[in-house]
Structures are given as C-alpha cells and as structure tokens.
C-alpha cells in the first residue's frame, strides 16, 4: 500500500529514533514510510514493516536510490530530513516535477554547504551548480529559524512556501530540577562537538583572559574529527592545565541533561546555526549562553525575547534574574511538544 508521507533521511543516527516514535505515538503511522540510509544504526531504529534501513553496500545503495525514486512518485509529500545527500539531489534535479511535493528540514550545514565547501574540484562545483535549482524550485522549506530561510531565498533564490517548524524532539523544552551549588567554580561550556566549525581555538583565545578566575572549562569531543579532537585537548591542557576537560566519552541523554544542569556559561562560537539542541537546553534550564552576534540564531533568540550575549563581551558577570527567569518562560512556551504537535499537524495534513 502507498503511503501518504515519505520521509527519507541521510546520515544520521541522532535526531531520527526519537523522530520516528514521536510520529508514531501522534499521528497516523501508517501514513507514513521512512526510507533510511547513511550511518544508521540498527540497535538505535526500531525495525516497523514501514521503516526500510538500506543495506551499506553498493548493491544496496542502488536498491534504496530505486525505491526512492519509485516512493517519491507515489507519496502525496515528500518530507526530506537534510539536504546532505547529493545523490538525491541528483535525482530531484533530474525529475523537478517531483520538487512541488517536497519538503526540506534545514538543518543548517546543508543550507551552509555552499560557502564551506572546498571547490577545488570539478565535480563538486558542478554538485553546486546542481543543488542549485532544487533549492531555488522544492516546494517547501522548514526551520523555526526564520533567518535560514531568508539565507535559502538569498542565496538560492528559494521560492517555496516558508513553514515554522521546531523539527525534532531534542528541540524540545524538558524539566530538570537543578541542584542547589556548592562551590564558587564556574562552569563553563565550549562547543559541542570534535568539528572545526565550532572555532575552539578563537574561544579559547577569549578564555585565556579569565583563566585566573575560578572557572572549570568543559569541551564535548565525543564525536567528529579524532585528529581535531586530539589538537583542541592539547590546546586546552597548555592553555589552562587542571582547568580544562575534555569530554570524550558519549554521555546517555539523562547524564548529559544532568551535566548541563551543573554548567553555568555556555559558548558557541559557530559561524552558522549549530548546536541548536544544546543551545535550547541550557536556555531552559537557565543557563547564559554567548554566540556570535552574525548567526541567524541570534536574531531568532532577540526576536523571541530571549537573552542571549554577543561573544565579544566574553565575562562572568550574572544575569539578571528577571533574564533567566524570562528564558526559561519563553523556551518551555516556545519549544513544547504542544507546539510541536500543531506545527507537525500543519505539514502532515
């Protein structure tokens, strides 16, 4: 039997199982189908008759590209979670009439992909010359970050229907009683992963300023680049000695939020949107959060009343408590599973 809404997903093991099981606990699944391909892994997706996890082999890449083009002509919406795959642009570039039924979930680094791509190579200028029109013609984009849209217009002349949308449920608001603190120690965050994109060094290069403060500096390397991940620790040692840890080790969701709980300044020093998940938590639980202030999730933040801090005015002075307090109102408001629900409801129908 046809489904109403397709979803295909690359390259991810992080935001899809808990996508999945919103849907299905919701909506009508079965209405809906998941085509699955990337780093997917089968200990973390529940195996549903309509969830199709491709085989990592070339036999099996080909099987799911086919069945993707098949699904795409039959589904009513076709809900596409990234834009990493250029194989699929690929297709849809080749098949544009498929592109009115299409709806994008930027995530920011395929919005982005074009100014940090390196185009030293033919091929991947000619990748650029083909994301171009899909961009510029697929029916829907979605993000509740309006200034990425308003980027996708820009850069690529995007002409398809806006639709706000928080997009996964590590979006989401969650309740965390805090404990009380028992030292002076300041706890401070810096980036969230081993990628170059979240400017370690330039942070560390501000940190350095207070590093004879009692502060505690914390960086989540877990995942990302190993290599990048071993310079940023010896970095951070040099600078800051027993000031400095790095977290290499995936943490469970509930020990994460825990952690989070305990940090007091959280710095993400990205130059696009990035880290969003993170940025949302610690907000919600009351947290001061510096970024850059040409980040389309500053806008975003300022627009909603939130309190975020330009990175140039690196400090440790408190926020006011009428901030936090006004922070976490507006983030449990905002970013709820009834919000959730209505945006979802709005797509799906």
Not at 164 to 175: A, F, H
Not at 191 to 207: Q, V, Y
Not at 300 to 311: E, L, W
């Given at each position: ?16 199982p808990?996508?999945?099981?919103f849907?299905k ?31 990592r ?22 809900i ?6 250029i194989k ?11 592109l009115?039924?299409?709806y ?6 395929d ?16 990748d650029?010359?083909?994301?171009r029109p ?5 029916g829907?984009l ?7 849209y ?11 229907k ?31 992963s ?25 960086v ?20 800051f ?16 939020l ?19 998940g ?5 907000l919600g ?11 389309t999730?500053w806008?975003?933040f ?18 006011a ?29």
């Amino acid at each position: 039997m046809n489904k109403k809404i397709l979803h295909i997903a690359y390259n991810d093991d992080k935001f899809m199982p808990q996508f999945i099981e919103f849907v299905k606990l919701h909506f009508d699944f079965n209405e809906h189908e998941f085509l699955l391909t990337g780093r997917m892994v089968q200990d973390k997706i529940k195996r549903y008759p309509n969830i199709q996890l491709a085989e990592r082999s070339i036999p099996g890449y080909f099987k799911h590209y086919g069945k993707s083009i098949i699904k795409m002509h039959q589904a009513q919406k076709v809900i596409l979670h990234g834009m990493f795959d250029i194989k699929l642009v690929y297709i849809l570039f080749f098949m544009p009439w498929l592109l009115k039924k299409c709806y994008w979930f930027i995530w920011g680094g395929d919005l982005y992909e074009y100014k940090l791509r390196e185009t030293n190579f033919r091929w991947k200028l000619l990748d650029d010359i083909v994301r171009r029109p899909v961009i510029k013609n697929i029916g829907h984009l979605i993000t509740y970050i309006k200034g990425d849209y308003e980027l996708a217009k820009q850069w690529y002349s995007a002409k398809g229907k806006y639709h706000e949308c928080i997009m996964y449920t590590s979006n989401l608001y969650r309740e965390y009683e805090i404990p009380q603190k028992q030292n002076s120690c300041v706890n401070i965050l810096v980036g969230n992963s081993a990628d170059p994109s979240n400017n370690h060094i330039d942070a560390f290069d501000k940190l350095e300023a207070l590093s004879g403060k009692d502060i505690k500096i914390y960086v989540p390397l877990s995942y990302g680049n190993p290599d990048y991940a071993k310079m940023i620790i010896e970095q951070g040692h040099r600078r800051f000695g027993e000031k400095f840890e790095a977290l290499t080790e995936y943490m469970p969701f509930n020990k994460y939020l825990e952690f989070l709980g305990k940090i007091d300044i959280a710095i993400f020093n990205h130059k696009r949107q990035q880290a969003m998940g993170n940025t949302i938590t610690l907000l919600g639980l009351g947290k001061k959060v510096f970024m850059r202030r040409d980040v389309t999730p500053w806008a975003f933040f300022k627009s909603n009343g939130i309190t975020v801090y330009d990175i140039k005015d690196l400090s440790l002075f408190d926020s006011a408590n009428r901030e936090i307090e006004a922070n976490k109102h507006i983030v449990k408001s905002y970013f709820s599973e009834k919000t959730f629900l209505n945006q979802l409801r709005e797509i799906f129908n």
